[in-house]
């Protein structure tokens, strides 16, 4: 019984997450680079992650982290600034639909960033499902490039550039995140977070109305959902959800993204629904499935 219930409390975790996720597309579309410059964007997002996981570790149990925990920490943070920078910069040129869809492919490049850094075998059904998120991204792009208005290929190379960061992210932090509690690894994260984003935020802080205060009430609004949901509970719930669920069926759930933002886009006006969408998201959730569901001999 305990069993299933700890197992409910991961399922609930990462679907609350992924939720979340395909949300934040919508809301930093509605504010960047309008009223607020990518690179302030993420600033704003690490420093007040930074703020509220140090403000709730006074009252956790304090853990000491190790020196050499810390250095992957450092790195790991370094490639938390350049997924959230790239996923920035990425709203100057993409939809949200693509931005959610191109992420959906994540599970992809992290089983491919294994097999490469890490030795972990890839299976022939892994290798089909490597070949249906190809095609998912041909079928989006090639479409796209002549005939869709809420495409860039700019913007779709950043947001490229944002899940190759967002896998070296998960790489990284592999190994650490199982050893301290989601609070105590945060808090440290988003440190060197604002330490490395603050400075490439400053030449731009001046021409952003939502710091001088000529934003309208929307454009706070949404930096909140994102500040609050998409930076600090939704990567509070991740770890959760992983101590409690095998990672593979995490990473399941992220096919859920581009749905709840393609649906959020069309319905608000960001976006239109042509016939490539869906069926570039199908072959995605296809070969993530494939490559999620491989097992290895030893396993």
Not at 94 to 106: D, E, G, Q
Not at 148 to 175: Q, W
Not at 213 to 231: D, H, L, S
Request: include cysteine.
């Amino acid at each position: 019984m305990k069993n299933k219930e700890t197992k409910l409390t991961g399922h609930l975790a990462v679907i609350a997450t992924y939720i979340i996720f395909g949300i934040n597309p919508n809301c930093s579309k509605a504010i960047v680079p309008e009223y607020v410059s990518p690179e302030v964007f993420t600033a704003i997002r690490m420093v007040f992650a930074l703020v509220a996981y140090w403000v709730v570790s006074a009252f956790c149990k304090r853990e000491r982290v190790a020196r050499r925990d810390m250095l992957l920490i450092i790195l790991g943070a370094f490639c938390l600034v350049g997924t959230q920078l790239a996923f920035a910069e990425a709203m100057n040129y993409i939809s949200p639909t693509y931005v959610s869809l191109i992420s959906a492919m994540s599970p992809l490049v992290v089983m491919l960033a294994a097999a490469v850094f890490l030795g972990e075998p890839i299976s022939s059904r892994k290798a089909t499902g490597v070949m249906f998120g190809i095609s998912g991204a041909l079928v989006m792009i090639l479409f796209s490039l002549h005939n869709d208005t809420h495409y860039s290929t700019k913007g779709a190379v950043l947001c490229f550039v944002n899940i190759l960061f967002y896998a070296a992210y998960l790489l990284v932090t592999r190994s650490i995140s199982g050893r301290y509690s989601p609070v105590t690894l945060m808090k440290w994260m988003f440190l060197f977070c604002a330490i490395m984003s603050v400075p490439l935020a400053i030449p731009t802080i001046g021409e952003s109305s939502l710091l001088r205060g000529n934003a309208p009430a929307t454009a706070y609004v949404n930096m909140a959902v994102v500040a609050v949901f998409a930076t600090v509970v939704a990567y509070f719930l991740l770890p959760v959800s992983l101590k409690y669920l095998r990672p593979t069926t995490v990473s399941m759930y992220s096919n859920m993204q581009p749905i709840v933002t393609s649906v959020v886009a069309v319905a608000v006006g960001q976006d239109t629904l042509t016939w490539n969408k869906p069926l570039a998201l199908v072959l995605v959730i296809i070969g993530v499935f494939l490559v999620t569901t491989s097992r290895a001999k030893g396993d």
